[in-house]
């Protein structure tokens, strides 16, 4: 079975311009959540969606948003950049049989996002 | 929110070592995973334990759920393990799947 997919892997744009990233998660799974990485501020919850619904999200300016399809593919889209964008974005996905109580989450590649 | 904190910061072993890194957290949980970030950035999924023991080869786990702490061993340590190891939990109170990471252990093995 195939992994959680990323695309694009690496990608610089600047200041102002906005981004989109994308996230195509494990086949069946139906979570899709998003942690932005950066060396002071360490991996940092972004939002969650499940079944096209935003289930959660974490302290981020309005700038940042997301979204999921009725596949579980997600994005998420970043205006107006700022250089304090620049980090590593990872996307995880969980299959969620909560009737089970399995919240095992699986990473992606991450896509790099530079901002100058 | 929950805290998790992770000992050591760093750590630097010779080829063949053991080594037992530690994951505290402060609230109950119904997720724990330990995490290996390559050097590329990718998460690789170790462990997933909430609770109890598990084996993987040269690594083993174990949570104690009630004492809030989780450990990953790490057994005849190779120049491959080196890089970042994340704890990350879930709270058991709350909905949603988020997780929330430790500042990891930074690892190098030497020969």
């Known amino acids: 079975k195939a992994g959680v997919t990323q695309t694009p892997r690496y990608l610089i744009k600047t200041r102002g311009q906005q981004v989109t990233l994308s996230c195509s998660p494990i086949s069946g799974h139906r979570s899709v959540s998003w942690y932005q990485q950066t060396p002071g501020q360490g991996l940092q919850f972004l939002f969650e969606y499940f079944s096209e619904t935003q289930r959660n999200k974490g302290n981020f300016p309005g700038r940042f948003s997301g979204r999921q399809f009725s596949n579980s593919r997600s994005e998420m889209n970043v205006s107006t950049l700022e250089l304090g964008d620049s980090a590593l974005y990872l996307c995880?996905?969980?299959?969620?049989?909560?009737?089970?109580?399995?919240?095992?989450?699986?990473f992606g590649p991450g896509t790099r996002l530079t901002v100058t | 929110g929950i805290q998790v904190e992770q000992s050591p910061p760093d750590l630097i072993l010779q080829e063949g070592a053991n080594s037992t890194l530690r994951c505290n957290f402060s609230?109950?949980?119904?997720?724990l995973q330990w995490f290996h970030q390559n050097p590329w950035g990718q998460l690789i999924n170790l462990f997933y334990i909430p609770s109890g023991t598990k084996q993987n080869g040269r690594l083993s786990a174990t949570t104690v759920a009630t004492e809030r702490y989780s450990l990953l061993y790490i057994s005849s340590s190779q120049t491959t393990d080196s890089g970042v190891y994340f704890c990350a939990v879930k709270p058991l109170t709350g909905g949603g799947n988020k997780l929330t990471f430790g500042t990891g252990t930074q690892l190098k093995v030497e020969l």
């Open positions: 995880a996905s969980s299959l969620l049989p909560e009737a089970l109580r399995i919240y095992e989450q699986y």
């Open positions: 609230d109950s949980v119904n997720n």
